[in-house]
């Protein structure tokens, strides 16, 4: 591995890299010794594999100060799953009024409770 004491450039030892670019690096380097080469027949090497690389990209994202902001992609998710809830609400429609038919015609005592219920309110 590369000794990260010196700068790249210069080989002057007055200008290192910041302590968690370093740690990151490391990481990194380990990671890719261990899971650089895998199976690929292996599908537990191919999950253990991609999690580590997956982990040691964000080590070093961080490092960098340039680590994708965790609330920005909560927020994404919360959008994606609103229009995906909004666009399926004509088929969950469809399948309560499905389900208010089978019921009437197996059940209609059941049917007959559930009118009133619903009337009530």
């Not at 920005?72 to 208010?100: I, T």
Request: proline share 5%; glycine share 6%; charged share 20%.
């Amino acid at each position: 591995m590369t000794d990260l004491s010196m700068s790249p450039h210069t080989g002057d030892t007055t200008h290192t890299y910041p302590d968690a670019l370093v740690a990151a690096i490391t990481v990194a380097q380990r990671m890719l010794d261990t899971y650089g080469i895998v199976d690929y027949g292996n599908s537990g090497d191919v999950a253990a594999a991609h999690g580590a690389l997956r982990e040691s990209l964000r080590i070093l994202l961080r490092a960098l100060g340039t680590e994708p902001d965790p609330a920005a992609r909560v927020a994404e998710l919360h959008r994606l799953c609103a229009a995906d809830y909004a666009q399926a609400a004509p088929r969950r429609e469809q399948q309560d009024a499905a389900v208010r038919r089978s019921v009437a015609a197996q059940f209609p005592a059941v049917a007959a409770f559930l009118d009133d219920e619903e009337s009530g309110q």
